[in-house]
Each structure stands twice: as C-alpha cells, then as structure tokens.
C-alpha cells in the first residue's frame, strides 16, 4: 500500500469513520500512522474523544496513532501575518497601506482557503515521518478541486515566470552601455518566489500521482452512486487513480422468523441495496474492498476495531525500491 | 598654443558633440524604447498577478500576495497608470518622438 492514503465521496457517506478506521488498523497493524482531517467540520475528535489541533497529537491507548486536525482559517491568517510581516520589513510606511489592502483582498477571494488547506496538504507531505499518512478529505467537490491544484496552478505560476523572466530581460538590454539595469535576473526574488511556488507544486503532483491511493466511499444508494461515478472519471482526467471503493452504511438483514413491519422494511431495503452493490461491483473497473455494515451507536472507541475488521485494504507498508 | 593641441581640443569637442546627437538621437532612443517594452510586460505581469484588484477573481493571488513586499512601489504606481491609462495608442504614443 502506498505510503499516502485519501479517503473522499460525498458529503455524510461516512468518511471519518472509515479512515479512522483504517488509521485505526494501521497503528495496530504497528505501523507509525498519521490521520489528517482536512473537513473543516472536523469529526476525527468525535471519533477519538479527544481534542486535537493543526499539530499531530499521539491518540490516548494507541503506540503509534496521531491525529490532526487542518484548520484552513487559521492557515490563511498565518499566511496573511507572514506577508505583512515581511511587508513592513520591505517597503517603506507611506505606500504599505495601498498594498495592505491588496493583500487582505487576496486573502478573502474564494480560493484563498483551498489555496492554505493545499498548503499544508503539502507540508504534511513532505514533513510527516509516519510510514502511513491517511487523509479524511472534505466532500467530492472541494478535494477534487484540491487535487486537481498542482497541474492548474504549475501552468498559471509558468506564465507568470515568462512574463517576469521577459521583462527583466528587456530591462537587462535596455541598460546599453554598461548602464545598471533597472532589474536583473539573478538574484529577483519575484522570479525566486515564483520558482519555489512551481517546485512545490511539481512535487504535490509527482506525489499525488505516484506515492497516494485514493479510496471512495460510497452509501448503496443512486445519488450516491452517481457522484462516486463522477469522482472516478474527474480523478482520472487527473491522473489519479482511485484504487477502491468502500460501501459505508448497509442496512442489517433481519432474521428469517421475524416477519414484523420493521422486518419486511429491513427486507426490502436489503434487497434494494444488494441490487446497487451488484451495480457497483459491474459497473466500476474498481474493486469494492468493504461492505460495512450500518451501527446503531455512533462509530468511535472499540466500534472502530470492529468495522476495522470489515476493511479489506491492504495494511502493511509497500516494500521500499518498488 | 600650438596647431596640435588646437586640432586636439577641436577634435574633443566634435567628438563630445557627436556623442551627445548619437546618444539624442539613438541610444537614449533605443534604451527607452527597450525598457518602455519592459515596463509594458510588467504591467501584464502586474495584471497577471492581481487581477483582483480590477475586481476579476484570481485563483493564484493568495500566492502572487507574497509578492507584493517586493513590489511595493511597482504596484502602486501600476494600479495608479492602470486606472489612468486613456487608451493603448496614449502609452504607445509615448514612444515616439515627433
């Protein structure tokens, strides 16, 4: 199993729960684990009964589980505070506030918080030392987007590259006769900045595509269904591959004597259910590794070994110099 | 003073004259013609960058924010021509000296 793991699907198919489950069997599986929530509602410390925050806290009665929590807001603000830090290091009182303002409008435009929460999807990337990373997305719409940042982004930072790396050539020409240029290339921390903003995104990319797995969950019912099918295709377009799906929430089937109102209801809902499993088993080129059944109580504490247990996703760590 | 150090002073003087119309007349020419080239690319990097400031949503201007402690005074004085600017032909007009 590769080292990153991405739980997704539609808003309220039981996300959490599966990738606290996961996570779950991975740190009991002995291996070093990191679970990152990236929901804004967060729910990972409704799972835990315990508090947590943007850094990795070790989960009380785990050896090797941590949990954190990715607060977007917070990581915009701390953006925000870095460039005004900077900016009244750099420029001088009488025009900073014209740019203050420029700067507060950037943070509050709407990609701002999925532009942080990438961010810090990449810092966790490259600094996270646990041999399991899982990640417990948002719903569809906002990871898709998410993930689809690198390769939208890397050619965005790439025009703006060639237009800076134009300019101050010509402003190197225009210095004829051994004049100093108005600008030069080595050393423009613009074009600096700009280089470092397209490595980052270069390796989010690289490491999305060769060292993550992505899981949808999936409810058995058609709405849910249909956006798994679309998330599929839009993951793909992006040159990820969904490696399976998980069916969350599966109705018990009742015993063969009981024969109330709930009975003959739980009957048919099985049936119902068990015609959309079949559709999902035929239609998706991936393979369905869970059917968990629903719980009466919420998911958390030794509930979760046992769905754990329902997981069929493969644990250990894929051997290095694959 | 001698005839040689008169034809010297004399060739100084053409020489600084003929410098000068040179200078007048193509380098200086030339020079601002080049970096009149490079300001208009960096309004359409500035452009690029901040199109929020014109009220078009940008989705790298969280990121082209870090920017602007480099940019300070560049940006205000390109938001200032950019709500100035008439026309294309006014800035283009700039370059030609009639």
Known sequence: MRRFVFFGGKGGVGKTTVSSAYAHRCARGGLDTLLVSTDPAHSTADVFDQAFDDDPTPVDGYDSLEVMEIDPEEAVDDHLMGIKRQLGDQVSPAIVNEIDRQIELAHRTPGAHEAALFDRFIDVMREAEHDRVVFDTSPTGGTLRLLSLPEYLGGWIDRLLEKREASVDLYEKAAIGGREPRRTAIGDPIIARLRERKGNFEFAGRTLREEAAFFLVVNPDELSIRETRRAVESLSSEGLAVTGLVANRLTPEPEDHEDGRGARFLRDRVATERERLDEIRETFDQPLVAAIGTRTEEVKGDLLGSVAEELDIEVSAETPGR | ?98
């Open chain 2, 1 to 98: 003073m001698d005839l040689s150090h008169r034809i010297a002073a004399f060739r100084e003087t053409v020489e600084e004259w003929l410098r000068g119309l040179y200078h007048g007349m193509v380098s200086h020419r030339a020079y601002e013609y080049i970096e009149q080239e490079a300001e208009d690319q960096e309004d359409a990097f500035l452009l690029a960058c901040f199109p929020d400031a014109f009220g078009i949503p940008s989705p790298v201007s969280y990121y082209t924010a870090e920017l602007l402690p480099y940019l300070g005074p560049e940006f205000e004085q390109w938001e200032r021509r950019m709500w100035d600017r008439g026309s294309v032909l006014e800035r283009k007009g700039h370059q030609f000296h009639y």
